[in-house]
């Protein structure tokens, strides 16, 4: 039998899945859909004469991207928070991963 602990354990555990998975699928969407339209504009202006380098290069393709691609920069911050990015251990991993490359060993100074 679960306690209440537990259950609030798991109630919080659930509820960031849930956030993960909606992110992944706002990813999915943002990926799908740009990609259609980018495809169907590229086909549109080839068929209007403009060889395939001025149909991709066409800077008006690239506003939904952007814009879009902020908002899920920011639904990304929302789910993982700025830590998951450069959280407290982010800058010593980083020292390790880069003295590892050079064949030398890290001890870290902060414990």
Do not use: C, P
């Amino acid at each position: 039998m679960k306690n209440h602990n537990q259950d609030d354990a798991y109630s919080r555990a659930r509820y960031k899945v849930e956030k993960i998975k909606r992110f992944y699928k706002h990813l999915a969407a943002y990926i799908i859909v740009n990609s259609l339209i980018f495809g169907i504009k590229i086909i549109r202006n080839l068929t209007h004469g403009e060889t395939f380098s001025e149909a991709f290069f066409d800077i008006n393709f690239y506003g939904i991207w952007l814009f879009w691609g902020i908002g899920l920069v920011f639904h990304a911050f929302a789910v993982f928070g700025t830590d998951y990015f450069f959280g407290k251990n982010w800058e010593e991993n980083k020292i390790k991963q880069f003295m590892e490359e050079d064949g030398h060993s890290f001890k870290s100074n902060n414990k």
